[in-house]
């Protein structure tokens, strides 16, 4: 059971925009920063946003993020066929004393 | 070009110990934070342990007295020493740098990552 609740699934066509929520606690996004990533099994993790809506260098715009209290998400618009992967968020947690991370979801693009 | 490359993985039995090394290139380990992540199969990405660039280090509970850090400032490599090994602790190991600017270390934020080294504990 991962500390951050993602849904298990998500999915949309190719040009429309999909969101990803990412659901904690006080001791983790209610009071830290929220990173996403992409993930291809067999792959590096992919960095996708950092300090809740942060691109890194050469994330394209399409990639959003944002945070509301204990919750946050991952916004992708103009969907394409390589967006379809796992995306994980993840936080420090003050309790735990360590980063933790969502259970993962698998966007598919119909 | 940043590059972390993993190994050492491999079948053990329970109880069994394992030492998995990150060789990192383009960069220097010894200015980052550098930290381990595995993924059970099926399961999500859990963080597994920090070596801080001053030195300390940071357990998962799941790991603590079972595993250790280490760092090679010689050969640019991380390592981690995984004693007393149980099934549960089957995943896929990444090796992964923790995001720094200038000015500010992101926590929870990796961003560099290895391909994995996959440890597989069953009798």
């Known amino acids: 059971q991962s500390v951050l609740t993602q849904p298990p699934s998500a999915s949309a066509t190719p040009g429309q925009r999909v969101t990803i929520s990412c659901s904690g606690s006080?001791?983790?996004?209610?009071?830290?920063?929220v990173n996403w990533y992409q993930h291809l099994p067999g792959t590096a993790p992919k960095f996708l946003i950092y300090?809740?809506?942060r691109r890194p260098s050469g994330v394209p715009d399409r990639f959003s993020g944002s945070k509301s209290g204990t919750s946050a998400s991952l916004a992708i618009s103009g969907l394409q066929s390589e967006d379809e992967a796992d995306y994980y968020c993840?936080?420090?947690?003050?309790?735990?004393?360590?980063?933790?991370f969502g259970g993962g979801t698998k966007l598919t693009v119909l | 070009e940043v590059q972390l490359v993993e190994s050492g993985g491999g079948v053990i039995q329970p109880g069994g110990s394992l030492r998995l090394s990150c060789s990192a290139s383009?960069?220097?380990?010894?200015?980052?934070?550098m930290n381990w992540v595995r993924q059970a199969p099926g399961k999500g990405l859990e963080w597994v342990s920090v070596f801080y660039s001053a030195g300390s280090t940071t357990y998962a509970d799941s790991v603590k007295g079972r595993f250790t850090i280490s760092r090679d400032n010689y050969m640019n490599t991380l390592s981690l020493e995984m004693n007393s090994l149980r099934v549960e602790d089957t995943a896929i190991y990444y090796c992964?740098?923790?995001?720094?600017?200038?000015?500010?270390?992101?926590?929870?934020?990796?961003?560099?990552w290895g391909r994995g080294t996959l440890v597989t504990v069953s009798s």
């Open positions: 993840a936080a420090w947690d003050d309790s735990l004393n360590g980063p933790v």
């Open positions: 383009g960069f220097t380990i010894s200015n980052s934070y």
């Open positions: 006080s001791s983790n996004i209610g009071s830290n920063t």
């Open positions: 300090n809740n809506n």
């Open positions: 992964a740098r923790q995001y720094c600017t200038t000015t500010s270390c992101y926590p929870g934020a990796f961003d560099y």
